[in-house]
């Protein structure tokens, strides 16, 4: 079994930042590529960013400049860390990881975790 736990959201104000963690446990074999996505109410689940295992990345256009992603291989977690936040970035975060275990490759969600961005 796997299990992706998201930490880090809250309310800020705008300008301010905030850090998501994720972190993926159970018995995993290999992570392939891991990233964030992020729903607002009324509209659909988007990509914000994405990392290869190797370490490449990917941003949505609206959070380039201001956002930055990270993983630690050896940890099996990444990070998004979000600066100039603005309020149309608020939003549940949700961490997503290609996971590959002894038994199958599968697309693995967390639960989310809510940013608000107001003042």
């Known amino acids: 079994q796997v299990q992706l736990v998201e930490s880090g959201g809250g309310l800020v104000q705008p300008g301010g930042s905030l850090r998501l963690s994720c972190a993926a446990s159970g018995s995993i074999w290999i992570i392939n590529d891991m990233g964030w996505y992020r729903q607002a109410p009324g509209k659909q689940r988007e990509l914000v960013a994405a990392i290869t295992s190797g370490g490449s990345t990917n941003y949505a256009d609206s959070v380039k400049g201001r956002f930055t992603i990270s993983r630690d291989n050896a940890k099996n977690t990444v990070s998004l860390q979000m600066n100039s936040l603005k309020p149309e970035d608020t939003a549940v975060y949700y961490c997503?990881?290609?996971?590959?275990?002894?038994?199958?490759?599968?697309?693995?969600w967390g639960k989310g975790t809510l940013v608000t961005v107001s003042s």
């Open positions: 997503n990881a290609d996971i590959r275990t002894v038994v199958r490759r599968s697309d693995y």
